[in-house]
């Protein structure tokens, strides 16, 4: 199997910093890559796929890059409202599988 | 819109069998993939595995031996079965639609617990 390797694990920002987040895969995925948000209670919500490439209605402020076994996701102006849990999940082999989760927290 | 409910019971006694239903409105499904995703109280999620609207399945081989998702057309809904569960099981279970492997669809989720 697959392991995806997040970090950190938590992140204490504060609004407008610009946050990175990133995911390793225990081997190559090509670009077969998903960034999930989650709130508090919530299901999550698909915000990247395909490592770089914005679902509808996300704010531009999302970005996400890599390929290979190394993956990002940036937020370049963080907002009280993307205040979540964050996790990547690869698609390239069965089962897929996500990563451990980065919770952001504000200062 | 799609629209995605799961329902089912909130307990489950250890050894028994856990099953869920994910009632899909807004669309049918008759077309993509669809999966189900768990998540232990305050921990991260797993992919449990997925059905095409055909029947052909794929499941986590952590939990292969144990469980079973299959769809009815005909009350436009899928299901899950997961066999000897122990609190291990333990879990917000979610359905999810899958288009090119992407959950862009999700249900709100039901808790799970097995307990005596």
């Known amino acids: 199997d697959i392991q995806m390797t997040q970090s950190p694990s938590s992140l204490s920002t504060s609004v407008g910093d610009r946050v990175t987040i990133t995911c390793q895969a225990s081997?190559?995925?090509?670009?077969?890559l998903n960034w999930y948000q989650q709130k508090p209670g919530k299901a999550p919500k698909l915000l990247i796929y395909?490592?770089?490439n914005l679902d509808t209605g996300v704010p531009s402020r999302f970005r996400g890059s890599g390929s290979g076994t190394d993956f990002t996701l940036t937020i370049t102006s963080l907002q009280s409202e993307d205040i979540a849990t964050y996790f990547c999940?690869?698609?390239?082999?069965?089962?897929?599988?996500f990563g451990q989760g980065t919770k952001l927290e504000i200062k | 819109q799609v629209q995605l409910q799961e329902s089912g019971p909130g307990l489950v006694k250890p050894s028994g069998t856990l099953s869920l239903t994910c009632a899909v409105s807004?669309?049918?499904?008759?077309?993509?993939?669809w999966a189900w995703v768990r998540q232990p109280p305050h921990k991260g999620l797993e992919w449990i595995g997925e059905?095409?609207?055909?029947?052909?399945?794929n499941y986590n081989p952590s939990l292969n031996s144990r469980v079973t998702i299959s769809v009815d057309k005909s009350k436009n809904q899928l299901s899950l079965k997961l066999s000897f569960v122990t609190a291990a099981d333990t879990a917000v279970y979610y359905c999810?639609?899958?288009?090119?492997?992407?959950?862009?669809?999700w249900g709100q989720g039901t808790l799970v617990t097995v307990s005596p």
């Open positions: 999810a639609r899958s288009v090119q492997q992407q959950l862009d669809y």
């Open positions: 807004g669309g049918s499904i008759s077309s993509n993939w």
């Open positions: 059905i095409h609207h055909t029947g052909t399945t």
């Open positions: 081997q190559d995925i090509n670009k077969y």
């Open positions: 395909d490592a770089s």
């Open positions: 999940q690869q698609f390239d082999n069965l089962p897929y599988s």
